[in-house]
C-alpha cells in the first residue's frame, strides 16, 4: 500500500487524474480541498464549496494546461475564488440587511408602544448587521462562531486552524467595535 502526502496525486508514482474524469479527481484531492475550505469558511459551507470547485474545474478542463503546473494548484485557485464569491456575498448580505432594517424605519411617530420597540430594533439590527459587514474577514467568523454556532475558543482555534490567542484577540476587537456601533447610533 502506497501512503501519499497531502499533495501527491492518489500513488506516487501515477499520473495525475485526467481532468475529464470528475470521480478521480475528486478522489485524488477533495480531502486537501475540504481541510481548506473548513479553515475557511467552517465544515456545512466547505463541502457546498469543494462540490463547486470540482463541478467548476470540470466545466473548465479544457483549460488546464499540466505543462503550466500541478492539478492541486489548480483546483485550490479555482477554490480560493470560489471562497472569496462566498465571501462577498455573504458581505452584500450583511449590508442588505442593515439596509432593510433603515429602511423599516421612517415611521418616526410611532402610534404605540409596541410599534417604537420595532423601530428600535430594526434599527439595532441595522447597526449590528452593518457593523459586521465592516468587521475584518477574521474578526466577523471568530463573533459568529463564538456567538452563533457557541463554539468555545478552543473549538474555534481549531475550526479556524488559529491559535487560541489569536482567537481571543479577535473575539475582543469584534466585541469592541460592535459596542462601538451600537453605542454610536443610540445617541
Not at 418616526?108 to 447597526?127: C, G, I, K, L, N
Not at 482555534?157 to 469584534?174: E, K, M, N, T, Y
Amino acid at each position: 500500500m502506497t501512503v501519499t502526502t497531502q499533495h501527491d496525486p492518489p500513488a506516487a508514482t501515477a499520473e495525475p487524474p485526467d481532468p475529464a474524469d470528475l470521480g478521480a479527481m475528486f478522489d485524488a484531492y477533495a480531502r486537501d480541498l475540504l481541510r481548506y475550505a473548513t479553515r475557511r469558511v467552517g465544515a456545512q459551507l466547505a463541502e457546498d464549496v469543494v462540490a463547486q470547485t470540482f463541478l467548476v474545474a470540470y466545466e473548465r478542463r479544457h483549460r488546464f494546461d499540466a505543462a503550466r503546473g500541478a492539478m492541486l494548484p489548480w483546483l485550490y485557485g479555482i477554490c480560493s475564488n470560489l471562497l472569496r464569491r462566498e465571501h462577498r456575498a455573504e458581505v452584500r448580505a450583511l449590508r442588505a440587511t442593515a439596509a432593510a432594517a433603515l429602511a423599516g424605519t421612517t415611521d418616526e411617530d410611532a402610534p404605540d408602544a409596541r410599534s417604537a420597540e420595532r423601530v428600535d430594533a430594526q434599527r439595532t439590527v441595522a447597526r449590528v448587521a452593518a457593523a459586521l459587514a465592516r468587521l475584518p474577514r477574521r474578526q466577523r467568523e471568530v463573533l459568529l462562531l463564538y456567538a452563533v454556532a457557541e463554539l468555545e475558543y478552543a473549538e474555534i482555534a481549531d475550526a479556524l486552524g488559529i491559535p487560541l490567542g489569536s482567537v481571543q484577540s479577535a473575539l475582543h476587537r469584534a466585541r469592541t467595535k460592535i459596542r462601538s456601533a451600537l453605542s454610536g447610533g443610540s445617541r
